[in-house]
């Protein structure tokens, strides 16, 4: 009984520091939704648009009627004809335009004759991203063009000559629309509640400490594990409104779908926050000082979270030493089990291992900042 | 009284980098952040996608849907892991995630193609992943293109028109992600650990109360803020060099650029950064404050700049806020100029928005600061 009163004494005193600075309230409530809103809507997976310039020194019906066909599909936008190859260097290099179609001199007769007609398509390979689309692209529209011409070309010959073709239809599974909000927000929502918990707590020791406050705790009655308890348990509190917040939103305006357990969403979002405090609460005990605690926090929040959790890049491709330093960081698994409810629709079954495993770390994470807080003192 | 007195200045120069030895466990991290930071983009966000666990479903049993899937099969994008005999078996393939992308060949599709019909071979990609879903796609496309190609070139065999378009990447032929990504990471990297350091210089002196101390000596705010500026620069030309270096040598980034554009793309962008460092510092009244705005200023640049994502696909409302953001003219000067070589002139537009950027924040910084110490 009295253990509850102390921590719920620390846990209260936490909530009044907190709710003193508006700024920090700010923080956890406003910057969480900002960035959320802010991702969802910048982030898109689709290039389109990409600004195309034009040397066409044919200059027929057939070398326009090229030229129209690769814009049709809306991934090149023609901004600008240029009359000399020398013009296409200088455009690359101040980088006005992606992509460059030339079209040879002789273009025109050598289709309608049955010659050779010659073409290039450029691609400024500086953006991989959309430079691997333009590839795709430039490479289905001369296969459509070709075997256009060459069925033409037999017509007006009186013979019917036919070549089929394959066409990929692709299918986006658990996204048919490809809506980047699908994509990011589950991942997202990880990141945002790790960045925010262990910015928060990394600091809340250290500043104890650095104010001497943290030797008259010490002598109080209370334990160190009820110390630990009672500064983690508001967080858990801001940190678990927050997640309900997220996904409100994620929900309500970006429409992601919830196809999965909530219960098991919820459990493991709990769990998810605990390790987050638990690794803020590590490096509070063994950082000198604010400034270091606040970097090694930025360090270890912002770039595993990001990098090694999976929201963005895909882990199965990265060298196996970091695939190996991803385990160590719980958003790889959060980032799993988010994915796996909100659009794959599992279950239990599916991600027990992976909720085990958060529920690991976090007991592991918060033992050894006890642990850690006790050697310090 | 001379506002910028030599000897005072070096003093204030030397008592920073005392104060930065202090904190051993800060200095290593400024040191150790820039190395980490760059293993992680450098492998994480350059990883190229590729053998991609695929599963092949074939209705088709014919010589050309073998030849389909062969050419799958030797492609380097995809790993061909499974072949279900039924459409059914994908679903709990993608649940369990063990596979990310699924081709699907009709019955009839050989018979289609001798007809001269086109027929459409189904691609399924998991769109839980959304790297994997934007890349495989275009990837399954390049596969299918060729397929289709060679059996264009046969049938032109039979007298007809050629067309010979080549596609040709410039500057970067392989498409190596690490070759775009290690030039803009050399300015984000600047940024993070200019701005992490630069943002609590200022508003740790108030905490503790030695700034109305510093203020009441004869130093003046100018050499005050260049003794507060230049060990950071200092720090953040050698962290600049070394991540340069580590790109050259270690990840065999091509560098076509010149010694004029890069380091003045670099000085100009690093202005801005400790600038907005320093405002944020002048602003803060506390340390976690400070750490906060910083916070809150770099993860929508990092978004929003084009670094991770290509400004192109981001929708057309989101596109003007792009350009409030230095790091996005820093990035394209650093990039064009390591891959194509671009020099001065080519991008006197960007290294123009930049000098403008670094003239505002250090005025509004200065301001700032002389508004600040008389409340």
Redesign the interface.
């Known amino acids: 009984v009295g253990a509850g009163r102390r921590v719920g004494a620390i846990a209260r005193k936490e909530l009044i520091h907190i709710s003193r600075?508006w700024?920090?309230l700010v923080?956890v409530a406003v910057?969480p939704l900002v960035?959320l809103l802010?991702?969802a809507?910048?982030?898109?997976?689709?290039?389109?648009?990409?600004?195309t310039i034009v040397y066409d020194s044919d200059n027929t019906a057939q070398s326009r009627s090229y030229v129209d066909a690769a814009t049709n599909a809306g991934f090149f936008h023609v901004t600008r004809y240029v009359s000399s190859g020398s013009e296409i260097d200088?455009v690359?290099?101040?980088?006005e335009a992606?992509v460059a179609i030339v079209i040879s001199r002789g273009f025109g007769t050598?289709?309608?004759?049955?010659?050779?007609?010659?073409?290039?398509?450029?691609?400024?390979?500086?953006?991989?991203?959309?430079?691997?689309?333009g590839?795709?692209y430039?490479?289905?529209l001369?296969?459509a063009?070709?075997?256009s011409?060459?069925v033409s070309?037999?017509a007006t010959r009186g013979a019917s000559?036919?070549?089929?073709?394959?066409?990929?239809?692709?299918?986006?599974?658990?996204?048919?629309e490809?809506s980047?909000a699908?994509?990011?927000v589950?991942g997202l929502m990880v990141v945002i509640i790790m960045?925010v918990t262990v910015?928060q707590t990394a600091?809340t020791l250290v500043r104890e400490r650095a104010q001497g406050t943290l030797e008259q705790l010490l002598v109080s009655p209370l334990t160190r594990s009820e110390l630990i308890l009672g500064k983690v348990l508001p967080w858990v509190v801001l940190g678990f409104l927050d997640t309900i917040g997220i996904t409100a939103i994620a929900i309500a305006i970006f429409n992601v779908p919830l196809r999965g357990d909530i219960s098991v969403l919820a459990v493991s979002m709990f769990l998810f926050v605990l390790c987050s405090l638990s690794i803020g609460l590590v490096i509070s005990a063994i950082?000198?000082?604010?400034?270091?605690a606040?970097?090694?926090?930025?360090?270890v929040s912002?770039?595993?979270g990001f990098?090694?959790s999976?929201m963005?890049?895909?882990l199965?491709?990265?060298?196996v030493v970091?695939q190996g330093v991803s385990y160590l960081f719980p958003g790889r698994y959060m980032v799993e089990i988010a994915?796996?409810v909100f659009?794959?629709?599992?279950g239990w079954s599916?991600l027990g291992g992976q909720v085990l495993a958060l529920c690991a770390y976090a007991a592991i994470g918060l033992g050894l900042a006890t642990l850690l807080n006790r050697q310090r003192v | 009284v001379n506002p910028m007195n030599l000897r005072r200045y070096r003093l204030l120069v030397w008592k920073e980098f005392l104060q930065l030895r202090r904190d051993p466990l800060l200095l290593s991290i400024v040191f150790v952040m820039p190395v980490l930071q760059l293993i992680m983009f450098g492998y994480v966000v350059g990883a190229d996608v590729t053998h991609l666990p695929t599963a092949v479903v074939d209705h088709d049993h014919t010589v050309t849907s073998r030849t389909l899937v062969h050419a799958f099969e030797s492609s380097t994008y995809f790993d061909v892991t499974e072949r279900p005999t039924a459409e059914s078996a994908l679903q709990p393939l993608f649940d369990s995630t063990r596979v990310r992308v699924a081709v699907v060949i009709d019955r009839g599709t050989e018979a289609a193609l001798l007809r001269g019909e086109t027929a459409e071979v189904g691609i399924v990609v998991d769109g839980a992943d959304s790297k994997t879903a934007s890349v495989a796609g275009g990837y399954a496309g390049q596969v299918i293109a060729s397929f289709n190609a060679r059996r264009i070139s046969a049938a032109a065999r039979g007298g007809g028109p050629v067309l010979d378009s080549r596609v040709r990447v410039m500057f970067n032929p392989s498409l190596r992600a690490v070759n775009a990504m290690v030039p803009g990471l050399v300015a984000t990297i600047l940024m993070i650990s200019v701005m992490a350091v630069m943002s609590q210089a200022v508003v740790r002196e108030r905490a503790r109360g030695t700034l109305e101390q510093m203020m009441v000596t004869p130093i003046s705010r100018a050499e005050y803020l260049a003794g507060k500026v230049t060990p950071y620069a200092l720090i953040a030309v050698v962290q600049m060099t070394f991540i340069a270096l580590i790109g050259r040598l270690w990840f065999g980034v091509p560098f076509n650029g010149d010694l004029v554009t890069v380091p003045l793309g670099l000085t100009l962008f690093m202005f801005t950064s400790i600038g907005l460092g320093l405002l944020i510092s002048l602003i803060s009244r506390t340390q976690q404050q400070a750490q906060q705005m910083t916070m809150f200023y770099m993860i929508p640049v990092m978004v929003l700049s084009g670094f991770m994502f290509p400004i192109e696909s981001m929708p057309a409302a989101i596109v003007p806020l792009t350009y409030f953001i230095p790091l996005r003219y820093a990035l394209v000067v650093l990039r064009a100029s390591f891959l194509k070589g671009s020099g001065v002139l080519d991008l006197w537009v960007q290294l123009v928005a930049m000098l403008a950027f670094a003239l505002l924040i250090f005025g509004v910084a200065v301001t700032r600061f002389q508004k600040r110490l008389s409340e």
Do not use: C, H, K
């Open positions: 600075d700024r920090i923080g910057l960035q802010l991702f809507y910048a982030i898109s997976f689709d290039v389109r648009n990409v600004p200088g690359f290099d101040r980088g992606r050598a289709i309608s004759s049955g010659g050779t007609a010659r073409a290039a398509v450029l691609v400024d390979g500086s953006e991989p991203n959309s430079a691997e689309l590839r795709t430039a490479l289905a001369n296969n063009f070709g075997r011409a060459l070309w037999s000559r036919s070549i089929g073709a394959l066409e990929p239809r692709l299918r986006t599974w658990y996204n048919p490809r980047s699908d994509f990011l589950p960045i910015q600091v950082a000198p000082t604010l400034e270091s606040n970097l090694v926090a930025l360090l912002f770039l595993p990098m090694l999976g963005a890049f895909p199965a491709s990265i060298p970091l994915r796996g659009l794959r629709g599992a599916i």
